[in-house]
């Protein structure tokens, strides 16, 4: 069975540019959920959606935004990108609303010049 | 204000011995509870988890307890092998609004030497 996938494995580019990564979840897993961490952070929860709807969103500005697809898949868009923005994202996915652990992606690296 | 603390950067252990990495809670409403390991490079992977209902949960050379009254949980690896080094992350979810999202403290990272 196929783990989590996220594209790319990293991703460069400049001040004021938007990035979009992408992440495949899990067969079966309707959930995906992306995390940020920054340097010497843990990780910092920033959306989860479930059956194509945006469920939570963590406390990050909205020019952090995503979808999900038909096929579960989903996009992590960012706008405007700024320096603090450079960190590891993660995707995970899980088993609907349930109390299921998470099963992670390797992430992508994002990194603002 | 963190609500899942890992007040422990590093932890060194030798080979063979038990390791003991530790966690605190400040929600009293979280009532599972997860430990996740990552390498380098590479995404967490789940380790164990413990519902709040239980106070102990074994699978193979990994237990977590989980003591609520104190909000502190902990796991023990026994015996410790090089391959456990790694960063290990304590995570904590309350079910709000039909989520189960949880929070992450900031790793500690372990080091077993031969």
């Known amino acids: 069975e196929a783990g989590v996938t996220q594209s790319p494995t990293h991703l460069i580019k400049t001040r004021g540019q938007q990035a979009t990564l992408r992440c495949s979840p899990i067969?079966?897993?309707?959930?995906v959920y992306w995390y940020q961490q920054a340097l010497g952070l843990g990780l910092q929860f920033l959306l989860w959606?479930?059956?194509?709807?945006?469920?939570n969103r963590g406390n990050f500005p909205p020019r952090f935004s995503g979808r999900q697809f038909p096929n579960y898949s989903s996009e992590l868009n960012v706008n405007a990108l700024e320096l603090e923005d450079s960190a590891l994202y993660l995707c995970a996915s899980s088993f609907g609303r349930v109390n299921q652990p998470q099963h992670f992606g390797d992430g992508t690296r994002l990194s603002i010049l | 204000d963190q609500q899942v603390k890992q007040n422990s950067p590093s932890l060194s252990v030798q080979e063979g011995r038990i390791s003991i990495l530790n966690c605190d809670y400040t929600n009293s409403m979280f009532d599972y509870f997860l430990w996740y390991k990552k390498y380098p490079a590479e995404g967490p992977t789940f380790l164990i988890s413990?519902?709040?209902?239980?106070d102990k949960n074994e699978d193979g050379r990994f237990t977590v307890f989980l003591n609520k009254s104190a909000k502190h949980l902990s796991l023990h690896i026994v015996p410790s092998q090089p391959g456990d080094s790694a960063v290990y992350f304590c995570?904590?979810?309350?079910?709000?609004?039909?989520?189960?999202?949880?929070?992450f403290g900031r790793g500690t990272s372990l080091i077993v030497h031969p």
């Open positions: 067969s079966g897993h309707t959930s």
């Open positions: 413990i519902s709040s209902i239980k």
């Open positions: 995570a904590a979810s309350e079910p709000s609004g039909g989520s189960y999202i949880p929070t």
């Open positions: 959606y479930d059956e194509g709807e945006e469920r």
